[in-house]
């Protein structure tokens, strides 16, 4: 009675290990493999908004290059070059990234799952920019201008009948705070829609620093032109568009980018000379906003 006993206990034992495995198994299938989903996800994520923000840059002007560089920077951030898939649509202001990669379960084999595909997909669009920080205490006129062509941004004391001469009143009024928006940048933002104060008088003198200090500052080789010129360079002006509302008010209608040749005379004879060109920067977007060639990238999926 006693033998038959030990055996019946034997056998539950036996029973009780081999259901404790399978719930082990089953357990570590759950766990080790959906970790190696959640990393596998997780690394297709991260490349992928990665790639779709570095080839967003180029557009709408360079689709090719948006694609070229989605690419390395893709692969750059552990994307295999097999797994990328990248489409430029609406015309060339919309980029998307996709990547699918094959996992390799280890212990859910045990329980009937061999593997799984896992996907990640990003979309990033360029549009007009509505709203900026770093502007510039400059204002132009809107105009039909054409793109890397040369314009004179602000206009000497002898240009203007009413005493504006170009310049904006941002943060305070004064030639000292005007010297300093324009030569850092305004640190508060600026959207279209914002009326705005106008500072009167020619402001030669702070013009002059501000602009020379920051053509000093452009080191870049080969030397920034229109054609070719680093994102980051201090030559580049953040011009907010504007048209007149008001006494001495005007409204910003948009932004565009002056890329700064020179600064010329003093006095009634100052100018500021350079280019408007096309290019991405940061700021808030407007889809349905009026295009100076300023664009801005969001990523919207």
Known sequence: MIKKLIKEEKGSAIILVALGLTVFMGVSAVVLDAGLLYI????????????????????PFFPEKAVD?????????????????IEVYDNDRILKVSAERNIAFFFARFIGF???MVRADAVAQVAPIAGVNGAVPLGIEDFNFQFNEEYTLKVGAGESEEGWFGALALGGSGSKTYEENLTDGYEGIIRVGDVLDVETGNMSNPTKRAI??????????????????????????????????????????????????????????????????????????????????LYGVKLTQ
């Not at 560089?69 to 898939?85: F, S, T, W």
């Not at 700064?260 to 407007?286: C, Y």
């Open 212 to 293: 020379d200090f920051r053509i000093e500052k452009c080191n870049h080789i080969p030397y920034c032109t229109a054609a070719s010129f680093h994102p980051a360079c201090p030559r580049l002006l953040k011009v907010p568009i504007i048209q007149e509302v008001g006494h001495k008010q005007v409204q910003v209608m948009g932004f565009a980018m002056f890329l700064v040749d020179e600064v010329e005379g003093q006095g009634t004879d100052n100018f500021i000379t350079g280019r408007f060109i096309k290019t991405v920067s940061e700021g808030e977007i407007d889809f349905d906003g009026s295009d100076y060639g």
């Open 40 to 59: 596998a996800k997780s690394q297709l994520s991260n490349g992928v908004d990665a790639a779709v923000l570095a080839g967003a840059q180029e557009l």
């Open 114 to 116: 061999s593997d799984s």
């Open 69 to 85: 560089a989605a690419r390395v920077y893709g692969i750059a951030n552990d994307l295999r070059e097999e797994e990328i898939n």
